[in-house]
């Protein structure tokens, strides 16, 4: 008697995990096992109100089928959404951020489980995300298009576990204003993220220089205009000198955001930088910057200064940090970072190489391209491991 037929369908899959919670668990176990019940409460009711099916909850991974990309890739950015409200009060070390992995792909179903490379890549996806962001695979990414409003940042083809072809990757973007960001292959970048030659960089300044000038020419044509009306209607009384004052303040605010501190200027941050910054071209940053820091792929960047919030360091390029960074860092392939502070969290090494002279708060987890990146003198409290995705994708 031949065995029953395995049962097949094409399903769109979500897989979610908390981004370091044995850490958060050794800190507070009750606290955080009460917290983790509250945001899977809330996360099986978006599924639910997505018109997906929680397949499984295992600790405090998710695992979940759609019968649509829309619906599955909307309910995972409604879950961040919710979530970064929620975490808001928190203190950072206490904050609950899951990565979250969308995939479409041919799955086995037994016994309402479901299994096959299309949950695996789903988990490996997750694995991939940023604490708190969502990445989805080139299947999800084609069906989407731009039916959804957001943006989507091309992370390359990645090498993932137990998965004998590549990956193709895209980081979900949600900022305001995010714009698609794709390449034609693996070594392409997109011609936006290439560094300019320094000529180039030396037209640029002088283009913003001939354009600062160009309107204080023509605000200087209207406050003379101003005058010459003042002078003819109201000799005696004279009222020039406000609109006057109004143009001054308007080209000092102007000059201040064109050459103030904090703006790139021939490869070069000067000053203090008090939000994110994500650098596009080779650069020297002098100062402090408060928010996160992203280093676009193949570029060679120096921080001399602090970092208040996350690092991501793209595939290929190279990170100096002379002073301290606040919280996570991430390793894309073949990236490179040197640190000559404390990193405050945790390092995601997806196969690139961390020199660390400083401590390491949290511990060092690689994941992702062959889970292998070198690295050099870590703190006390690195692991140098992965937690294995728990679901059914039999990795």
Known sequence: ????????????????????????????????????????????????????????????????????????????????????????????????????????????????????????????????????????????????????????????EQKVKNIAEPVRVYRVQLDPGAVSVETLSQDDRPPAEAAPAPGDRSQAKAARIRRFYNRAAQLGLIVAFLFVIDLITTPDKWWVHWPALVVALALALRALKEFGPGIRDEGSVKGDVAGDMRFATDTRSRGNIAGDVTVAPGLSVEVKGNIGKNVTVESG???????????????????????????????????????????????????????????????????HTARAPESSAGS
């Open 317 to 383: 390029a190279i990170l100096e940090v002379r002073g301290n960074i606040g919280d996570n860092v991430t390793i894309r392939p073949d990236a490179v970072i040197d640190i000559r502070g404390n990193i405050a969290r945790d390092v995601i090494n997806q196969g690139g190489t961390l020199r660390l002279r400083g401590k390491l708060g949290g511990s060092e987890k690689h994941v992702g391209a062959d889970a292998g990146g070198g690295t050099g003198a870590a703190g006390p409290d690195s692991d």
């Open 1 to 156: 008697m031949e065995p029953p037929k395995i049962k097949r369908k094409l399903a769109a899959i979500l897989y979610a995990d908390v981004a370091g919670y044995s850490r958060l668990t050794e800190d507070d176990e009750e606290g955080t096992h009460r917290m983790l019940v509250t945001f899977l409460d809330a996360f099986g009711a978006s599924i639910e109100g997505h018109s997906g099916r929680v397949v499984h909850i295992a600790g405090d991974a998710v695992l979940a089928d759609f019968a649509s990309v829309l619906d599955a890739l909307s309910c995972a950015v409604d879950v961040r959404r919710d979530f970064k409200t929620r975490n808001e009060s928190l203190s950072e070390d206490r904050k609950l951020q899951f990565r979250i992995g969308v995939n479409l792909g041919d799955v086995m179903v037994d016994r309402d489980e479901i299994y096959g490379d299309g949950v695996n890549v789903a988990a490996r996806l997750q694995s991939v995300a940023d604490p708190g962001g969502i990445c989805i695979s080139a299947s999800v990414r084609d069906q989407i298009k731009n039916k959804l409003g957001f943006g989507f940042e091309y992370l390359g």
